[in-house]
C-alpha cells in the first residue's frame, strides 16, 4: 500500500471515532480533501504556495525550537524575570514537586526590537512541570508572551504548543510559528502569529504533518483549513 493509500485508510478510521459535531465534521472534510489533493497532484502541485511564507526563506527568519538541555541562561536577568513572575523556585531552594528556575524548565527570548527583554518577552515552559503553587503539571509545552505596563507585567498572549520559529514581522516585532498538535486528528499544524499592536493574532495555517514531515498547504485551501483549525483550537484552549 503506497503512503497515500495509508494516509486516506488511517484517515477512515479516524472518521469512524469522531462526534461528528459540526465543527469536526467540516473540519474532517477539508482535511480529506487536502488529503486527496495530495494525493492526485504531483509534488510541486503540493508544494505551491506563496513565496512569503516559506519558512527558511523569510527575512528574519530564526530557529525557536527550546532547547531545555542547557545548564546556564543565555541573560542573568532571565532569573530575575522568574522571580518576578513567581512561578518556579530559586534555584538554591530544595524542591521534589515545583519546578525550579532553570533553563532546564523555562527559555525566555525577546521578541520587540529596541525593547528591554525585562519589559516584553516570551516564556517557554516545558511539559510536565509543576508550576509553583499549582497542583498538577504542565501537560503540553505553554507559551506566554509577557509586557510591561504601568510598571507591572501583564500576559497579553497564551498558547498551548510549541514555538518553532520567528520571522519577519512588522514594526520591529516578529512573528511567531507556533506548531499546535491535535489528538483527534493525530495531526500537527504551523500555525502564524502576527502582533497587532498589543498582542498576537491567529493569521493562518501555514502547513500540516501527518507524521511524515510538514507539507505546505496549498495557497486555495489556506483560507478554508485556518478557519476551521482556530475554531478547533480555540474551543480546545490551546489559545488563552
Same mark, same amino acid.
Given at each position: 500500500m503506497n503512503q497515500c493509500n495509508m494516509r486516506y485508510q488511517s484517515f477512515r478510521n479516524y472518521c469512524k471515532k469522531l462526534n461528528y459535531t459540526n465543527m469536526k465534521y467540516f473540519l474532517s472534510i477539508i482535511l480529506l480533501v487536502f488529503i486527496l489533493t495530495s494525493c492526485d497532484s504531483d509534488s510541486s502541485d503540493l508544494l505551491e504556495v506563496n513565496a512569503d511564507i516559506e519558512d527558511t526563506n523569510v527575512e528574519g527568519f530564526e530557529d525557536a525550537t527550546a532547547d531545555f538541555s542547557t545548564t546556564k541562561f543565555d541573560d542573568? +536577568?532571565?532569573? +530575575?524575570?522568574l522571580g518576578e513572575l513567581d512561578v518556579c523556585l530559586m534555584i538554591d531552594q530544595d524542591s521534589t514537586v515545583f519546578a525550579t528556575c532553570s533553563p532546564k524548565n523555562f527559555r525566555i527570548l525577546p521578541f520587540k526590537e529596541g525593547v528591554s527583554v525585562k519589559n516584553a518577552f516570551i516564556l517557554q515552559m516545558k511539559a510536565g512541570i509543576v508550576l509553583k503553587g499549582q497542583a498538577a503539571p504542565l501537560p503540553e509545552r505553554n507559551i506566554l508572551i509577557f509586557e510591561r505596563d504601568a510598571g507591572q507585567l501583564v500576559k497579553v498572549n497564551g498558547f498551548r504548543g510549541d514555538l518553532t520559529a520567528t520571522r519577519g514581522g512588522t514594526n520591529g516585532?516578529?512573528?511567531?510559528?507556533i506548531t499546535f498538535y491535535s489528538k483527534k486528528e493525530e495531526t500537527f499544524f504551523d500555525c502564524i502569529f502576527q502582533w497587532n499592536g498589543t498582542r498576537y493574532d491567529f493569521k493562518f495555517v501555514e502547513g500540516v504533518n501527518w507524521g511524515e514531515g510538514f507539507k505546505p498547504i496549498k495557497e486555495s485551501m489556506i483560507d478554508s483549513i485556518s478557519k476551521e483549525i482556530y475554531t478547533d483550537l480555540m474551543q480546545n484552549a490551546k489559545i488563552f
Amino acid at each position: 500500500m503506497n503512503q497515500c493509500n495509508m494516509r486516506y485508510q488511517s484517515f477512515r478510521n479516524y472518521c469512524k471515532k469522531l462526534n461528528y459535531t459540526n465543527m469536526k465534521y467540516f473540519l474532517s472534510i477539508i482535511l480529506l480533501v487536502f488529503i486527496l489533493t495530495s494525493c492526485d497532484s504531483d509534488s510541486s502541485d503540493l508544494l505551491e504556495v506563496n513565496a512569503d511564507i516559506e519558512d527558511t526563506n523569510v527575512e528574519g527568519f530564526e530557529d525557536a525550537t527550546a532547547d531545555f538541555s542547557t545548564t546556564k541562561f543565555d541573560d542573568p +536577568e532571565y532569573i +530575575e524575570i522568574l522571580g518576578e513572575l513567581d512561578v518556579c523556585l530559586m534555584i538554591d531552594q530544595d524542591s521534589t514537586v515545583f519546578a525550579t528556575c532553570s533553563p532546564k524548565n523555562f527559555r525566555i527570548l525577546p521578541f520587540k526590537e529596541g525593547v528591554s527583554v525585562k519589559n516584553a518577552f516570551i516564556l517557554q515552559m516545558k511539559a510536565g512541570i509543576v508550576l509553583k503553587g499549582q497542583a498538577a503539571p504542565l501537560p503540553e509545552r505553554n507559551i506566554l508572551i509577557f509586557e510591561r505596563d504601568a510598571g507591572q507585567l501583564v500576559k497579553v498572549n497564551g498558547f498551548r504548543g510549541d514555538l518553532t520559529a520567528t520571522r519577519g514581522g512588522t514594526n520591529g516585532v516578529k512573528d511567531l510559528v507556533i506548531t499546535f498538535y491535535s489528538k483527534k486528528e493525530e495531526t500537527f499544524f504551523d500555525c502564524i502569529f502576527q502582533w497587532n499592536g498589543t498582542r498576537y493574532d491567529f493569521k493562518f495555517v501555514e502547513g500540516v504533518n501527518w507524521g511524515e514531515g510538514f507539507k505546505p498547504i496549498k495557497e486555495s485551501m489556506i483560507d478554508s483549513i485556518s478557519k476551521e483549525i482556530y475554531t478547533d483550537l480555540m474551543q480546545n484552549a490551546k489559545i488563552f
